[in-house]
């Protein structure tokens, strides 16, 4: 009996066969260009769609994607990969290596590679301790399996990267007083895009400030690494420097050119037009007890309220009002305030009311204010440390003329008729109250100035992987208290409701 003849299989097409590889990216559809990361991967699938609607024929298929291996295929699936110990950051990998098609970067740029990591050894130049981006093991590196080193050099960049766009200190790490923060930038998307440009480098170094402070703080610390101290300012030292220049990365990177800049712990404000100062003067802050410290914010001037009313929120009512009015029943008459049903109090306007004859409205989430006192002696005071976190403005009449484009006889002629008036700005006009106790002068010069919070050293520990218990000790050690805040003083004042 013949044996049944079996038909040979008929061989059917592979999905991506019939496109090639080596497509010219003048071929590509609606002038679609491959991105530096994605050579040898996968063209975007949703320019080519769109091309393939108005052509004839099928559309045709993308090449294929190599599936990823090893850690890069656990990575995609959603897994936090793990070097040595350390949990790397999934999240970042994950959308840097998305843009690469989850394809190893690094093979056949050895010599960028070796650069970045050099970069990455060096962040101590900006204030970094480079053990946050495994300065250890990137010396090491050799000894890790490739797909390990792959991941390992990628995350040092990327972290490294963010730390100088927004601060090493993760927003969600930060205090509940340091509201600052950069604009968002996508260093995934950066670096990405940086691969094959002319100084990769140069590319993620551009992410740091480059405000004068930032420029004269790393010139500072780089001359007290190198023990040349000559220039420098009296009281700096390297803890310091790399603690305000964490600050000076929580800024925009583009501050706006009319702006209201107050640093606490130089007790002044500054009016900047088209980046020039073109007003200053003394201002007195919060004190150090930490309930009524004066926060670090970014807000917007809004209006002016002439001859404010004072609402004064139900916790500084508990903590100040109601123990002054057990000690003295007449308190509240002779201060011209009402208690409120709401547990808050109001005080009614006038040149004797705690807010003055204008306060300056500025929205936010801490209830702190610019505005006038009746106290005109505490500014002479070389301890302006009074207030219950508001700024209290020495000319507050000039300033607002300065805000308005209006005469101080105009606006004096407004206040005199007792009548509560807001009067908006044209234009909102940002403020940034900001505590720095290092920064550079209009000199260039690093000025200093004490650290009345004990701000400096939680910043310092909480930029050290494993910070020396010896070295916060002392930089939280007690500071000189210098002259005693005054006994009475109103508290810190609301929104006007």
Same mark, same amino acid.
């Given at each position: ?140 590196? +050799? ?15 990327? =972290? ?37 440009? @002319? ?60 702006? /209201?800049? /107050? ?88 040149? =004797? ?21 009746? @106290? ?28 308005? @484009? ?27 109250? =900001? ?45 000189? +208290?210098? +002259?005693?805040?005054? =006994? ?10």
């Amino acid at each position: 009996m013949l044996k049944q003849m079996r038909r040979p299989p008929v061989p059917r097409p592979r999905p991506g066969r019939e496109h090639p590889r080596g497509l010219a990216e003048s071929a590509l559809p609606g002038g679609i260009r491959r991105r530096a990361c994605l050579a040898g991967g996968t063209i975007g699938l949703a320019g080519l769609a769109l091309a393939g609607c108005a052509a004839r024929g099928p559309a045709p298929l993308p090449p294929e994607r190599p599936e990823p291996k090893g850690d890069l295929a656990r990575l995609r699936d959603g897994a936090d990969p793990i070097v040595a110990g350390e949990t790397l950051d999934g999240p970042l990998l994950r959308r840097f290596y998305a843009l690469c098609g989850f394809a190893p970067v690094w093979d056949g740029r050895e010599q960028l590679a070796a650069t970045l990591a050099e970069a990455v050894l060096r962040s101590g130049a900006h204030g970094f301790d480079p053990e946050r981006f495994h300065a250890g093991l990137l010396r090491r590196m +050799a000894m890790f399996p490739p797909l390990r080193r792959e991941l390992l050099l990628s995350h040092a960049i990327l =972290t490294y990267a963010e730390a100088l766009a927004h601060g090493a200190i993760p927003a969600g790490q930060r205090k509940h007083r340091e509201s600052l923060a950069p604009e968002p930038v996508d260093v995934a998307a950066v670096l990405a895009s940086a691969l094959d440009g @002319d100084d990769p480098a140069a590319a993620i170094e551009a992410l740091a400030p480059r405000t004068e402070t930032y420029l004269a703080l790393r010139e500072a610390l780089r001359r007290q690494r190198s023990g040349d101290a000559a220039g420098g300012a009296p009281g700096e030292s390297r803890h310091l420097i790399e603690a305000n220049l964490e600050r000076q990365r929580w800024l925009p990177r583009r501050l706006p050119p009319d702006r /209201v800049w /107050v640093n606490v712990p130089d007790q002044t404000l500054v009016l900047y037009r088209d980046d020039r100062p073109v007003f200053k003067t003394r201002v007195i802050v919060g004190e150090e007890t930490e309930r009524k410290q004066s926060p670090e914010l970014q807000a917007m001037i809004e209006g002016a309220l002439l001859n404010p009313p004072w609402v004064i929120p139900a916790d500084i009512v508990a903590a100040d009002i109601l123990p002054r009015l057990a000690r003295d029943p007449e308190f509240l008459s002779r201060n011209n305030i009402v208690l409120l049903p709401n547990g808050e109090a109001k005080q009614a306007p006038g040149p =004797t009311a705690g807010l003055g004859v204008i306060m300056f409205d500025m929205p936010n989430r801490f209830d702190v204010y610019l505005h006038d006192t009746p @106290d005109r002696a505490a500014f002479e005071r070389q301890n302006r440390r009074i207030s219950n976190g508001c700024i209290r403005v020495e000319r507050p009449l000039e300033f607002a003329a300065q805000l308005m @484009d209006e005469t101080i006889e105009a606006l004096a002629a407004k206040v005199g008729t007792g009548t509560t008036l807001r009067k908006p700005l044209r234009s909102p006009v940002p403020v940034f109250l =900001t505590y720095h106790t290092a920064f550079a002068s209009p000199e260039g010069r690093v000025e200093v100035r004490p650290d009345f919070y004990g701000r400096d050293a939680a910043v310092w520990r909480r930029l050290q992987k494993h910070p020396p218990e010896s070295v916060v000790a002392t930089l939280a050690a007690p500071k000189p +208290a210098g +002259a005693q805040p005054l =006994t009475a003083r109103p508290p810190r004042p609301a929104q006007p409701r």
